[in-house]
């Protein structure tokens, strides 16, 4: 068991802890699964909006944006799918690591991902319940208030009524508000709970209110300083990342030549996403001084040529979401260490305590049952008849 000050001295463990093979895999196949799933409804909504698939190659590359305005509803409700299926696949991903590192936390280093995933088999209802319940009664609220609306159009019944009820719906409405706050932090914070306290629905969603009305200040504070620590651990390691692909672009390229470099300057161009070459156009390092000055138009390359860049090409997404599942792993594991002090500062509880397992617990009540009673000598009742039997009896 690892030792905690449970306060904000414990938040940056979450940047080492974060940096683990078991949590980064977890993420690793969590985003990939999640960007097929978002990038093939996105693609079917720009699709069923009437733009041809090159057209939304050239403009999206790997990952659609949303549809434009006007694009119709199915188009809407494709791209409203696969967004909220990668929600959920990140949901179940941030569970099992929240696991794995609550047991890296007890000390367990031993857990291993397919006990994590065993778990999740289980508990995927407890995850999706808090959630759930919360949209649940927001909608039930709203319709609450659709059928308000219908009534306050009734002449002078109508308008009388709503204009009593002005304080109650106020007060609905102010709670309507703390019910939108807490989905939205929910929505991170149940993976986490339901995998370090392995709780059900109810639990989580108690656990979510209780947090949220008993430490909203450390809550807030401590999650703004771990996004902090989110981004300066994750710009460390895409600049570490980044140098390492430029250093081996510029040797390979002196090696090879010309050929090496049409193909890397391919693969980067046909399969980079947009947002992720904006953000490498905009960074100051001289080590790809020679690789942005290139990123231009692809150079034309014969059949192989262009296989070796869609290898390539792939292989770059890989590491880029390499960098990516190293920053959700530390903000997962950061999100577990603030709600083992949330609820040490609250019930004065440490859930990162090593519990018992089964066999321990089976080999101490066998040891207690197996103790030997203590045996009663018969020597001594002997010695005292002897005793008696020598005394004369007294006379009257």
């Known amino acids: 068991m690892l030792k905690l000050y449970f306060d904000y001295r414990d938040i940056f463990r979450a940047a080492r802890l974060g940096l683990s093979p078991k949590k980064m895999w977890v993420f690793f196949w969590g985003l990939m699964w999640g960007f097929i799933f978002y990038g093939t409804l996105g693609y079917c909504a720009h699709l069923a909006a009437g733009r041809s698939l090159s057209d939304v190659w050239v403009m999206f590359g790997l990952v659609p944006a949303m549809p434009w305005p006007g694009s119709g509803a199915i188009s809407w409700v494709l791209w409203a799918i696969g967004l909220l299926g990668a929600l959920l696949i990140y949901m179940l991903s941030a569970a099992v690591t929240a696991r794995l590192a609550a047991e890296q936390l007890k000390g367990n280093e031993f857990y291993e991902v397919k006990e994590a995933v065993g778990y999740l088999k289980d508990s995927w209802k407890s995850i999706l319940g808090g959630p759930l319940v919360i949209i649940s009664?927001?909608?039930?609220?709203?319709?609450?208030?659709?059928?308000?609306?219908?009534?306050?159009?009734?002449?002078?019944?109508?308008?009388?009524?709503?204009?009593?009820?002005?304080?109650?719906?106020?007060?609905?409405?102010?709670?309507?508000?703390?019910?939108?706050?807490?989905?939205?932090?929910?929505?991170?914070?149940?993976?986490?709970?339901?995998?370090?306290?392995?709780?059900?629905?109810?639990?989580?969603?108690?656990e979510v209110f209780s947090s949220i009305t008993s430490q909203p200040w450390r809550l807030v504070v401590y999650t703004g300083f771990l996004k902090v620590l989110c981004l300066v651990a994750a710009g460390v390691f895409a600049w570490f990342t980044i140098s390492g692909l430029g250093i081996a672009y510029q040797v390979l390229s002196w090696s090879m030549g010309s050929k090496f470099s049409d193909i890397a300057l391919a693969a980067f161009n046909l399969y980079t996403p947009p947002l992720a070459t904006n953000y490498l156009m905009a960074l100051d390092?001289?080590?790809?001084?020679?690789?942005?000055?290139?990123?231009?138009?692809?150079?034309?390359?014969?059949?192989?040529?262009?296989?070796?860049?869609?290898?390539?090409?792939?292989?770059?997404?890989?590491?880029?979401?390499?960098?990516?599942?190293y920053l959700l792993s530390v903000f997962v594991t950061g999100q577990t260490i603030i709600y083992g002090i949330v609820v040490m500062k609250r019930d004065q509880r440490n859930i990162f305590v090593a519990e018992k397992g089964p066999l321990e617990e089976s080999c101490q009540t066998g040891l207690k049952e197996e103790e030997p009673e203590p045996v009663k000598s018969p020597r001594p009742k002997r010695a005292a008849k002897k005793i008696k039997s020598l005394v004369p009896a007294r006379k009257r």
């Open 285 to 325: 390092n001289p080590v790809l001084s020679g690789l942005s000055s290139a990123m231009m138009a692809p150079p034309a390359l014969n059949w192989s040529g262009h296989t070796a860049a869609f290898i390539m090409g792939m292989s770059l997404n890989a590491v880029r979401l390499l960098v990516l599942s």
């Open 137 to 206: 009664f927001v909608l039930f609220l709203l319709f609450f208030g659709i059928l308000s609306g219908w009534w306050g159009r009734i002449t002078v019944l109508g308008e009388l009524t709503i204009a009593l009820l002005s304080l109650p719906i106020y007060l609905v409405c102010l709670f309507l508000v703390f019910l939108l706050v807490s989905l939205a932090i929910g929505l991170f914070f149940s993976p986490v709970i339901s995998g370090a306290t392995k709780g059900d629905s109810f639990d989580n969603l108690f």
